[in-house]
């Protein structure tokens, strides 16, 4: 319960900060958190100018079962502001995304959008040490503190070609030996997950990542890795809500 009173908190903290009368294309991103973002825009009165841009076949289906317009990245190619999940957030905003095995499609509206902002809920602790605030964000997300190492919890998500996944599988075991990769399988079916452009993902654990921006370069030149679940310099503002209903804003 905790963690829905945060997600729904940051949620419509950032619609109430970032989507006014002004804008015109939003898009929206995928995952849990985001369905109380649409959840917001709905209640609004004064947004009903605004077309919506989906980042998968999910939130796609939130913005129509929302009665809200929804667009295409054909139609509108440039988007003014995004909000979208993330599965962790580092100090610069540096995010992990693809828990949701949505990341290819959302890194394309988030590319082509001026502005985006996170949203995800966290339970924090915060512990005074070294005379310095130290807060460790624990539950489903995490953000780490400048002091602390980029040692990320969740693996990185590589969206890959199907015909390609052993073979990268083996090819990141040469470039990175400490790497901890396998292809993601599905629950609700038997087989890895298919995402919704056809496509498999690897989970690939790196340990401390010091530049998530080079290790994300470096993964793109491997063929066969169509896109890598880092988003790095892309967010302007992240919204972590806690079980209580406050938002700790990170810009
Ligand atoms: O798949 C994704 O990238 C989603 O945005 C995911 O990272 C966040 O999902 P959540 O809101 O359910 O935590």
Redo the contacts with the bound molecule.
Sequence with gaps: VGIEQG?KAAAYRAVNDYIDSTRRVVGI??????RYAVDCLRQKQDLSHIVYIPTSFQSRQLIQQANLTVGTLEQYPRIDVTI????EVDPDLNC????????LQ?KIIAYASGTVVI???VSAIGTKCNEQHTYHFVG??TLFTKSASQQWTNGV?LEVLPMAYSTILSHLKEKYPSVKASLRMATEKAGPVITDNGNFVIDAHFGPIPSPADLANQLKLMPGIIEV?LFCNMVETAFFGSADGSVNIQA
């Design positions: 997600k991103g995928s995952g849990s958190t985001i979208d999940g993330a599965d992990i995304k693809g828990g949701g095995a949505c990341h959302e949203i995800a809920a489903l997300k998500p679940g």
